[in-house]
């Protein structure tokens, strides 16, 4: 059983820089792959990163890839979402996910959650 927190959402003007965390507890995230998601109002959720569980190969959606990067630091168990040149278009609320299997996957897939940190994106 892990637990996961995240923290770092804020109200940003676009173009802004955040970072996100996801900080693990119980088991270290370094047996997970971890996704990254977020659900703006009235949207579908969308899994905008990923990393894995063995060789920490990373996934992106397309519409953050090249702006978002996903890493871990395992000596503090805990997982990153570096969010560059924001835009309104990315304003939701992001949570963090695990899975042991290798690869992150679907809402349906990920064993655990955390409670999520809003992210406003606004001039």
């Known amino acids: 059983q892990v637990q996961l927190v995240e923290s770092g959402g804020d109200l940003v003007q676009p173009g802004d820089s955040l970072k996100l965390s996801c900080i693990g507890s119980g088991h270290t995230l370094d047996d997970y792959a971890i996704g990254w998601y977020r659900q703006a109002p009235e949207k579908e959720r969308e899994g905008v990163a990923c990393?894995?569980?063995?060789?920490?190969?990373?996934y992106y959606a397309d519409s953050v890839e090249g702006r978002f990067t996903i890493s871990r630091d395992s000596a503090k168990n805990t997982v990153y979402l570096q969010m560059n040149s924001l835009n309104p278009e990315d304003t939701a609320v992001y949570s963090c996910a695990a899975t042991p299997f290798e690869w992150c996957g679907g809402y349906d897939d990920m064993a655990f959650w955390g409670q999520g940190t809003q992210v406003t994106v606004s001039s």
């Open positions: 990393i894995g569980s063995s060789d920490g190969r990373a």
